[in-house]
């Protein structure tokens, strides 16, 4: 939301934007394996892909796994006695 409103996009279009993008997403997920997600919300020659494609080039998606990896294993760590 911040990058849009960067860029002229009024703070309730960037919002709502956002909203819908993610709503759209949530929904899908629930029926569709990753995998499938992917594949549709990337709509080939679209913007999505366009974004996915250059994340994946530049290895964008790294500070992700990241911090996903950190997050497992605070999950997976032994617990205090």
Not at 3 to 29: I, K, S
Not at 61 to 66: E, G, I, N, S, T
Request: aromatic share 6%.
């Amino acid at each position: 939301q911040d990058w849009a409103e960067a860029g002229g996009v009024g703070r309730e279009a960037a919002e709502q934007y956002v909203r819908a993008f993610v709503h759209c997403l949530a929904d899908m997920a629930q029926d569709l394996p990753p995998a499938e997600l992917a594949k549709r919300a990337a709509t080939p020659g679209g913007i999505n892909e366009q974004a996915l494609r250059i994340l994946r080039e530049t290895d964008g998606l790294a500070p992700f796994r990241q911090a996903l990896d950190s997050v497992f294993a605070r999950m997976n760590a032994p617990k205090p006695r």
